[in-house]
């Protein structure tokens, strides 16, 4: 049965960091396009960075040059590297694999498996 369980949230002020981490079951980290979403109340779910089998990562032109989206050697673990942060950035982060490449915008139908999230809190 696949897992991903996500880590790492909290409240923080703007201008600092967070990292994220999303521990997966099997080998499914290693085996398929993984990728981080937002969804903030009362907006639309939001593809921020996402990661192929290659190791390949991309980002959506909001987070671009302050989050980092990497995996462990292991490929066990993902984790997403927020810096700078915003107030916009508030949202409840989720990870999700997909089984097939990764294509932006990032579309959350496309994701097969997800974690339960975790909450970020930027306050300004």
């Known amino acids: 049965q696949v897992q991903l369980v996500e880590s790492g949230g909290g409240s923080v002020q703007a201008g600092g960091s967070l990292r994220l981490s999303c521990a997966a079951s099997t080998y499914i980290i290693s085996r398929y396009c993984m990728a981080w979403f937002r969804q903030a109340p009362g907006k639309e779910r939001e593809g921020v960075a996402a990661?192929?089998?290659?190791?390949?990562?991309t980002y959506a032109d909001s987070v671009k040059g302050r989050f980092t989206i990497s995996k462990d050697n292991a490929e066990t673990t993902l984790y997403l590297q927020m810096n700078s942060l915003k107030a916009e950035d508030t949202a409840m982060y989720y990870c999700?694999?997909?089984?097939?490449?990764?294509?932006?915008?990032?579309?959350?139908?496309?994701?097969?498996?997800w974690g339960q999230g975790t909450q970020v809190t930027v306050s300004s």
């Open positions: 990661i192929d089998n290659h190791s390949s990562p």
């Open positions: 999700a694999a997909t089984g097939t490449v990764v294509a932006w915008p990032l579309e959350g139908r496309d994701y097969h498996y």
